[in-house]
């Protein structure tokens, strides 16, 4: 008998015992794959840029070799120099755009939702559908040039899409299509942060709407500036699918960015070793954007 | 107490600016409507009438034939089969995806805000990271370990890369909700005796619909529209919608019919269209907390 009594109490510590760390235990697993999946796979990618791989992983280390081929790759530096200009006018242009719609739509404009809502659509879809949409719209023979030479003007000639020298900007006309609204639902938000008063009192002191806005309210929702251009900044260098769709990295490869570089490099030409270090050189990019504002939300959300 | 817009003066001046006001807004709509527009109306033209008429006229001559071929006879590189399989693919993909990282989600933000336990924080900041990372940095060991395990190429295998890179995000919304939460209900809760699941079932979750509402979206979004993972770990009939959409366009041969490319696009993205139109206000939470402004 009093074996039995002692078995229950026994189960019933152990009980105890597995609620009081259940909260770990069912964290762990779930942080185990993301030190697997995120850390674990960075840190095999860095380790296969050091090593000799080429069309099959080799894990002989081979120092900087890797580096040294991909910095001497010329179609590295049209990627380079495209990620810069995308990069550049992307936010710029989603910024300017979304700003000023932003402050337009705030003006008590009765239809607010309905026009909000015609801003954003284009971020629910996917890259490829809106690149698909553009493709055909930017056509050389069909599209806009066609259009404006039936408008009257036979002359017209619109084909950046197959003109290497600008083909990129196509990118950039229909990224920022696709993103502005974003930017637009950001500032918007801020703007409905900004204490009315402050508006009001700004109007009574005679400022006018371009004034109180610039020198005033948009001071005021100087973080909403800093998170937006850190979010367009990384969508851009991640930007595949929109390239892909839209000019497939061509011509040649004259809009290739980083990330079309590095699939073509890993998956297409089989250059492991290269597509490794490329792909080291974009998380190091974007580690130095993410992390130091990372670290300034958490702690700013920590007070 | 409604605001006093800034442009809200008396007399003419008012009026004209009102005017300008609505003519920007409305001269924006018609950009951001025009590419759906033209994608709507091409799908529904002949061939005959894109190659004589302009791009952003009406169809003078409704027909779906261009529906019909995109759904099922479309060539997606060499297979003719159309979009129908890869949709199919696509929802059997997002449906488990999307549930899986939701709900585990959830648990994770709950345990970490609501069982504070030491390093909870340090866990929360390192599993946030891989919010960020651009996925080139593990297109390669996925690969290799999708092979080692047999699922590359198969759609187990893309659900399982969409939840574990889903989960910093899943994580982030339901911590940022939980942590708005009184601690008080959960202590509550813990002296009545409830432990850990049941809090969670009973007591929270149903606290986090809107939460949950958010997260199904933005996860669904997200997936749905996925194209990097999709054409690097699957091939040929396991191919996402995205991927399919993509061959499609490009195939080179024959004469390219682009009011099938239109309808093959309207197609793919009508799923992610359509919870935007019926939940758009939850999409845009998504979005800005993914701005990670909690």
């Known amino acids: 008998m009093p074996q039995l009594a002692k078995k229950p109490t026994r189960a019933v510590a152990l009980g105890r015992l597995l609620e009081r760390w259940l909260p770990q235990i069912v964290v762990s697993p779930l942080f185990a794959a993301s030190l697997v999946f995120v850390y674990g796979f960075i840190a095999w990618t860095v380790y296969i840029s050091f090593t000799r791989s080429g069309v099959l992983p080799n894990y002989t280390l081979a120092g900087l070799l890797q580096y040294e081929r991909l910095w001497a790759t010329p179609r590295w530096y049209v990627a380079l120099r495209n990620l810069f200009v995308f990069t550049g006018l992307f936010v710029a242009g989603c910024m300017a755009i979304g700003i000023l719609l932003a402050i337009l739509l705030d003006q008590r404009i009765r239809i607010e939702g309905v026009i909000r809502n015609i801003y954003l659509y284009p971020m629910a879809l996917s890259f490829i559908v809106t690149g698909t949409a553009w493709k055909w719209i930017l056509n050389p023979t069909l599209g806009i040039e066609k259009f404006v030479q039936g408008l009257g003007f036979p002359d017209f000639s619109f084909d950046w899409l197959i003109d290497p020298n600008m083909a990129i900007y196509t990118v950039v006309i229909a990224g920022v299509w696709q993103s502005s609204g974003y930017v637009m639902a950001l500032f918007l938000a801020g703007l409905r942060s900004v204490d009315d008063e402050i508006i009001r009192a700004a109007a009574i002191d005679g400022a006018g709407p371009v004034r109180t806005y610039a020198s005033i309210v948009l001071p005021m929702i100087r973080p909403v500036f800093l998170s937006s251009i850190i979010v367009l900044s990384h969508i851009a260098i991640k930007s595949y699918d929109l390239v892909v769709a839209l000019t497939g990295g061509g011509p040649g490869y004259a809009t290739d960015l980083p990330a079309t570089f590095m699939y073509a490099f890993a998956f297409q030409r089989s250059e492991l070793g290269v597509a490794a270090a490329s792909a080291v050189m974009m998380l190091v990019t974007v580690m130095a954007i993410i992390i130091p504002y990372l670290y300034s939300e958490l702690r700013g959300a920590r007070k | ?294």
């Not at chain 2, 959830?106 to 990372?133: H, S």
């Not at chain 2, 047999?150 to 889903?166: D, K, M, Q």
């Not at chain 2, 993205?269 to 359509?274: A, C, D, E």
Request: proline share 4%; net charge positive.
């Open chain 2, 1 to 294: 107490m409604s605001r006093e817009g800034i442009v809200e003066r008396r007399g003419a001046g008012h009026f004209l600016l009102r005017m300008l006001l609505f003519a920007v807004l409305g001269l924006f709509c018609l950009l951001y409507l025009m590419p759906l527009v033209v994608m709507i109306s091409t799908s529904l033209k002949s061939l005959e009438e894109i190659r004589t008429g302009s791009f952003i006229s009406l169809p003078k001559e409704v027909t779906f034939d261009a529906w019909g071929k995109a759904w099922d006879t479309a060539c997606v590189g060499v297979r003719c089969t159309g979009l129908e399989p890869y949709m199919w693919n696509s929802v059997l993909m997002v449906v488990p995806a999307v549930f899986i990282s939701t709900l585990l989600g959830a648990i994770n933000g709950y345990a970490l805000t609501k069982w504070r336990f030491r390093g909870a924080n340090t866990i929360f900041a390192l599993m946030l990271f891989g919010a960020f990372i651009p996925f080139q940095i593990v297109l390669l060991p996925m690969a290799r370990t999708l092979g080692y395990f047999g699922l590359a190429g198969t759609t187990s295998g893309l659900i399982l890369v969409h939840t574990v890179y889903g989960l910093a995000f899943t994580t982030l919304f339901f911590r940022n909700f939980f942590v708005s939460v009184s601690d008080g209900i959960v202590q509550a809760a813990k002296i009545d005796g409830a432990g850990f699941f049941p809090i969670f079932f009973k007591l929270m979750l149903p606290m986090a619909v809107p939460t949950i509402v958010v997260t199904v979206i933005w996860q669904f979004t997200q997936i749905w529209n996925d194209f990097l993972f999709g054409i690097a770990f699957t091939v040929g009939d396991s191919n996402p919608v995205t991927v399919a959409l993509n061959n499609i366009v490009a195939t080179s041969t024959g004469v390219k019919e682009y009011n099938v490319d239109m309808a093959a696009a309207i197609i793919a993205g009508l799923p992610t269209l359509f919870v935007y139109v019926l939940a758009g206000n939850y999409f845009v939470r998504g979005l800005s907390a993914g701005a990670v402004k909690g």
